[in-house]
């Protein structure tokens, strides 16, 4: 089992930047794919970005893409997602997920992921 556990995140103006951050530990963190979801109030939960195991491939989602990056750091065990240009529409809870089938690209689909982080808010004001 994987624990995760997150930080960053906070309130900012639209255009601004956040990083979030990913703490895992376990002895097989480096071999599982990790996520980031968010879900806004009365919303879904809804796919962010995902990185395979290695950090050879990246997704977005279209809502983030071109203005959010997810990158790993194995040797931490940390993974992040830099949030550049953000919108009033990315405020939401922040949610990390590690995929436990290794070796994987990872998955936009919530169910596909075994651990989750407690979750950061991250507000935008206009």
């Known amino acids: 089992q994987v624990q995760l556990v997150q930080s960053g995140g906070g309130a900012v103006q639209a255009g601004g930047s956040l990083r979030l951050s990913c703490a895992a530990s376990g002895r097989t963190v480096s071999r599982c794919a990790m996520g980031w979801f968010r879900q806004a109030p009365e919303k879904e939960r809804e796919f962010v970005a995902r990185i395979s195991w290695d950090g050879s491939f990246t997704d977005y989602s279209d809502s983030v893409k071109g203005r959010f990056t997810i990158s790993r750091d194995n040797g931490k065990n940390t993974v992040y997602l830099q949030m550049n240009s953000l919108k009033p529409d990315d405020a939401a809870v922040y949610y990390c997920?590690?995929?436990?089938?290794?070796?994987?690209?990872?998955?936009?689909?919530?169910?596909?992921?075994?651990?989750w982080g407690q979750g950061t808010q991250v507000t935008v004001s206009s």
């Open positions: 997920a590690a995929r436990s089938r290794y070796y994987s690209s990872g998955s936009a689909n919530a169910a596909d992921y075994d651990s």
